[in-house]
């Protein structure tokens, strides 16, 4: 006679897709590269004879739509699920017949005490954490 809740399998998701990225590259502010005050994050250019806004060739791409994320794999982790962000146990189990497809994550401002009882009640409902170590201390320290 074997406990289930002591068999810890890994929970597989119901589909992975491959993540496929239209592109590797960062876009990078124009002439951030020029001043150091100018952060790499993207911003528009808005200048009337901007030649990055008006797309001359051999300047930086700008963001647009078609860069967009294929639908199936928008918002899917590397692991092949969806994340969830948790804060009790009672938010759990909305998983609980979503449980190939989404992950929970346990939200940053909760407690130890707390994290183990959503750890448990996870293992039970056999929903992935991804992040079950947090705020773990081990026996010796206790």
């Not at 994050?41 to 200048?47: C, E, S, V």
């Amino acid at each position: 006679f074997v406990d289930i809740t002591q068999i810890t399998m890994a929970i597989r998701p119901l589909s992975k897709p491959k993540i496929v990225k239209k592109r590797a590259k960062k876009f990078i502010r124009h002439q951030s590269d020029r001043y150091d005050k100018l952060k790499t994050n993207w911003r528009k250019p808005k200048g009337i004879d901007n030649r990055v806004r008006r797309r001359f060739k051999g300047q930086y791409k700008m963001p647009n739509i078609g860069y967009g994320t294929w639908k199936k794999c928008k918002h899917v982790c590397p692991d092949g699920f969806k994340k969830f962000l948790v804060h009790n146990v009672r938010e759990l189990e909305v998983l609980m017949m979503q449980n190939r497809t989404y992950a929970a994550e346990i939200a940053h401002n909760i407690s130890s005490k707390k994290r183990k009882d959503i750890v448990e009640r996870a293992q039970q409902l056999a929903i992935k954490v991804t992040n079950p170590n947090a705020r773990l201390r081990s026996k010796e320290d206790e």
